[in-house]
């Protein structure tokens, strides 16, 4: 239909340019030159034509805007910068982290007693992101921080130290070229819902029918799980509704304050002792979730220290020497001691009496779950392989380790065998993922160049790139309205050629017929 359409319509304009071409022809001797200028004149006016339409409707110069949102997390902090062009701000995946630092040092939590060196410390990574944002830009880009777990806890412990720490960083910000947006302790909900979108809107899931992923972050205080839920949320703290992009999306989201892997070690270790030692004279802690050969000297108080962990009665200052066994099933035995699986008031629970309903789809797992499984080549293996290679892992002498790892911390290397174990507990007994959905999980660090975290997220909600309702775009993207333009010209140059031919052909005919 088409196809004889257009050869209908291309024949009469053959015919019309043939019948012009003609009669110029038969009556003007000088014909030949004026056909030549005639054609020249549309040839020109169409090129003219279509380099106005594309000149028109050429986006703008890419302009890029900037943004800045520290993560102080519970172990240390980190500077990300992020950068988009500015007039597409408001659709998905534009966003994107063009640098990051690593503050030297612990967390700024761990500065409770010198909270005036907390804002400091930020110095070097804060001169590198000035350093990364073109300077007519400054005064625009807008800085967030936002603390987690770590200051929730010293919040806990001690208000007056997190109110001091959060001044100092505060000040310290403030006196960058930058624009300033806020110092704040994020709630868990936040944390867990601002990772969720950032690993969404990163996989442009917001506009795809295939669905969301659901968000699963380990810190070292605390740990987030995040999904849409088709069930019923039973208990309100654990939804959150948002409308982006024109849809609707109703998330489960939980936040356990201690569960984070250094606080989980944390309580499996006094879980451990309390359950051995009744804390007076000498303590020798036989740790199955540490490498044999292993054996630290530590203080009891560095377990203790934490709200997660704090005992009544008198501080706690003997030692105790820490020693591995490396054994994983009885690892794997005392990590489960630490999730309350023994009650439940809702219809189902993930652990300690909290409401999570049934997993559902797929979920990245990003923070300490990638370093650790990363760590460990475990991204790519199924739970009982899993489970095979840790309890190879966890027999390995703490020597043999040392030695093939000399460029590994030791700090993380002694840990692995029970982080390891810890995330494998967490997810199966924890979050109840079983064999089967357990290829769901994607241990992931990055999506393109931006790193998964709740940083990203963040800064999206606080300038409001994400809009509730989809916003309107081109009927063609602009590569597509260029080629368009090309070959419909080049269609309407083709038809005078066809007609330039045609009409010799007549004319010669006609010009012997007058003969
Ligand atoms: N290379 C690594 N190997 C193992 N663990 C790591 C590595 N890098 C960071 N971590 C751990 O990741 C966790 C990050 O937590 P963090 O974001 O600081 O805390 P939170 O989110 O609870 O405030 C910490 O437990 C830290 O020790
Ligand atoms: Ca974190």
Redesign the pocket.
């Given at each position: 239909m088409g196809l004889h359409y257009l050869n209908f319509k291309q024949l009469t304009l053959i015919h019309l340019f043939s019948l012009f071409f003609l009669e110029i022809k038969v009556k003007n001797p000088w014909h030949r030159r004026q056909i030549i200028i005639v054609t020249v004149i549309i040839a020109v006016g169409i090129i003219i034509m279509v380099s106005i339409g594309v000149v028109q409707n050429k986006p703008l110069h890419q302009k890029y805007k900037y943004g800045i949102v520290l993560?102080a997390?519970?172990?240390?902090t980190s500077v990300y910068v992020y950068e988009w062009p500015a007039e597409k701000e408001n659709n998905t995946g534009m966003v994107q982290q063009k640098h990051a630092c690593n503050v030297k040092g612990k967390?700024i939590s761990s500065y409770s007693g010198t909270p005036d060196k907390a804002g400091v410390s930020l110095k070097e990574c804060m001169d590198e992101a000035k350093m990364t944002i073109p300077k007519h830009r400054h005064h625009e880009t807008p800085v967030y921080l936002g603390a987690?777990?770590?200051m929730r806890l010293l919040k806990m412990d001690d208000d007056t130290a997190s109110e001091k720490v959060l001044k100092s960083v505060e000040n310290f910000l403030q006196t960058y070229p930058f624009s300033y947006r806020g110092a704040r302790i994020i709630t868990g909900q936040e944390e867990g819902a601002f990772g969720w979108i950032t690993v969404n809107y990163l996989s442009n899931n917001f506009r795809k029918a295939s669905g969301t992923m659901g968000a699963l972050d380990l810190?070292?205080?605390?740990t987030q799980i995040t999904f849409v839920s088709g069930k019923k949320l039973e208990s309100p703290d654990n939804s959150i509704n948002f409308r982006l992009y024109g849809n609707d999306y109703h998330l489960y989201t939980h936040s356990f304050l201690c569960y984070?892997?250094?606080q989980g070690l944390k309580l499996s270790i006094k879980q451990q002792i309390q359950s051995k030692h009744d804390m007076t004279g000498n303590i020798t802690l036989e740790d199955p979730c540490f490498n044999p050969g292993y054996s630290v000297i530590k203080s009891l108080q560095s377990v203790f220290d934490s709200p997660c962990t704090k005992v009544n009665g008198p501080r706690i200052e003997n030692y105790f020497t820490h020693i591995g066994i490396g054994n994983w099933h009885k690892c794997h035995k005392a990590v489960k001691m630490v999730f309350n699986n023994t009650y439940c008031h809702y219809s189902r629970c993930s652990f300690n009496n909290v409401f999570q309903p049934t997993v559902e789809g797929r979920f990245g797992a990003f923070?300490?779950y990638f370093?650790?499984m990363n760590?460990l080549n475990l991204t790519t293996y199924s739970l009982d392989e899993a489970k095979e290679k840790m309890a190879e892992y966890c027999t390995t002498n703490w020597d043999t380790l040392k030695k093939n790892h000399p460029n590994v911390k030791e700090k993380?290397l002694g840990e692995y065998c029970f982080?390891g174990t810890y995330i494998l507990t967490l997810l199966e007994d924890g979050y109840k993922f079983t064999s089967d959905n357990w290829k769901n999980i994607d241990f992931i660090k990055k999506i393109g160049d931006s790193e998964a975290g709740w940083t990203l997220g963040y800064m999206l909600n606080l300038t409001n790139m994400i809009p509730a309702e989809a916003p309107d775009t081109p009927l063609l993207p602009y590569g597509g309205y260029v080629t368009l333009m090309f070959f419909l010209s080049l269609l309407i140059f083709v038809c005078f050629i066809i007609g330039y031919i045609f009409f010799r052909r007549k004319s010669g005919a006609a010009h012997k017929d007058i003969i």
């Open positions: 993560d997390g519970s172990s240390h967390g987690t777990a770590g810190g070292g205080a605390s984070g892997k250094d923070s300490a370093f650790v760590f993380f982080s």
